[in-house]
C-alpha cells in the first residue's frame, strides 16, 4: 500500500491548530443515479437498496430509484436546513451527474459556503469496474473534474470514490490532477500521507461504521439508537484526543438521514459536539492543507 504502516503508540502527539482537538466533519453524499444502464447486470447503486430485490442494470427500478430521489427532492434540503442554523458546514460531496442535473442543491451548497467534494461521475459507476482499464478510469476521473470546475468555478481539491471503491492506483491519479486529499481508506482515526510520484496526498478518513446507513439501515437501529451510538463514537474520541487530536467523520446520505422521523439525530448530534470546547469544525480540504504542512511532527515517514 502506498503509505507508512503506523501503529497509533508510535506517532507522535498529532496537535491542530489554535488548541483545537477533535477536527470533526459531517459528510452529506448529494449522489445521482442513473434510471436504468445499458447492461443485464444487477445495477449495484453505491448502497443497499430499501427493497432488496435485484433488478437487471436494464430494468427500470421504482421503488428503490425514487426512493434514493427522495434525498435530492427533499431529504438534502432538510440536512442543508440543520447545518445551516447550526452554524456549522458540511463537507459535500457531488457526483458530477448531480452538479449537472441537479444544479440547485449545488448552488445552495455554494450560497452556504459549504465544503464541496468531487465523488465520481455517476454513482452507480464504481471505479474497480475498470480495475483491469486504467485508461477508462482517467476518462471517469478527468469527465467527473472538468464538470466540478465548470460548475463549481474552481479545481477539485479531494475525491471520494462511489461507495468508496477504488483501484489501487486512484490517489495517483488524484495527485496528479492537483488534489490534496483522498478519503477511500477507513484505517484511522488520524490523517496520514499517501505516497505518489507527485508528491503526498493525505487521507482524509471517511467511515462506514459511522454511516447512516450502516447505523440506520445494515444495523436496523432507531433514531435514539442511533444518536446514541453516534455521541458514544464522539464521547471517546474526545477523551482520546486530550492527548493526540483525532478525527471524527459522519458520513450521510440525505435519503436516509433526511427523513423527518431521522433528522432528529443529526440535529442533535450537532448539537451534543457543540457543547464541547476543542472541536475543530473544519473542511477536508483545511484539514488536509494543514497536514501537509504539519506532518513531519506526527508520523515518521
Request: proline residues 6%; aromatic residues 12%; neutral net charge.
Amino acid at each position: 500500500m502506498p503509505y507508512s504502516w503506523s501503529p497509533l503508540p508510535s506517532r507522535k502527539p498529532l496537535k491542530f491548530p489554535d488548541g483545537k482537538r477533535l477536527a470533526l466533519i459531517i459528510t452529506a453524499n448529494a449522489e445521482y443515479w442513473d434510471p436504468v444502464k445499458p447492461y443485464k447486470e444487477h445495477y449495484y447503486a453505491g448502497g443497499p437498496p430499501v427493497i432488496p430485490d435485484p433488478l437487471p442494470g436494464d430494468v427500470f427500478d421504482s421503488p428503490n430509484f425514487t426512493w434514493r430521489e427522495y434525498g435530492q427532492r427533499v431529504g438534502i434540503w432538510r440536512c442543508f436546513d440543520v447545518a445551516a442554523k447550526a452554524g456549522i458546514r458540511l463537507s459535500v460531496t457531488f457526483n458530477a451527474k448531480t452538479l449537472l442535473e441537479r444544479r440547485e442543491i449545488a448552488d445552495e451548497a455554494k450560497r452556504l459556503g459549504f465544503e464541496m467534494v468531487a465523488h465520481n461521475y455517476e454513482q452507480g459507476e464504481l471505479l474497480t469496474r475498470y480495475a483491469f482499464d486504467e485508461a477508462k478510469e482517467r476518462e471517469v476521473i478527468g469527465n467527473t473534474l472538468r464538470l466540478y470546475e465548470q460548475v463549481v468555478g474552481k479545481k477539485a481539491a479531494g475525491w471520494l470514490s462511489s461507495s468508496l471503491r477504488s483501484n489501487l492506483r486512484t490517489p495517483e491519479i488524484c495527485a496528479e490532477n492537483g488534489m490534496v486529499f483522498f478519503c477511500d481508506y477507513m484505517n484511522d482515526d488520524q490523517p496520514y500521507l499517501i505516497r505518489t510520484k507527485h508528491g503526498p496526498i493525505v487521507n482524509t478518513p471517511y467511515s462506514v461504521e459511522v454511516n447512516d446507513f450502516t447505523i440506520f439501515h445494515r444495523r436496523g437501529l432507531s433514531t435514539d439508537a442511533g444518536l446514541d451510538m453516534l455521541k458514544e463514537q464522539f464521547d471517546v474520541l474526545y477523551e482520546e484526543s486530550a492527548a493526540s487530536g483525532r478525527t471524527l467523520n459522519f458520513g450521510t446520505h440525505p435519503h436516509v438521514i433526511g427523513h423527518p422521523f431521522r433528522i432528529r439525530a443529526l440535529k442533535d448530534f450537532i448539537a451534543h459536539a457543540k457543547k464541547h470546547d476543542g472541536v475543530w469544525w473544519c473542511t477536508r480540504e483545511e484539514l488536509a492543507r494543514w497536514y501537509l504542512q504539519n506532518h513531519q511532527n506526527h508520523i515518521q515517514e
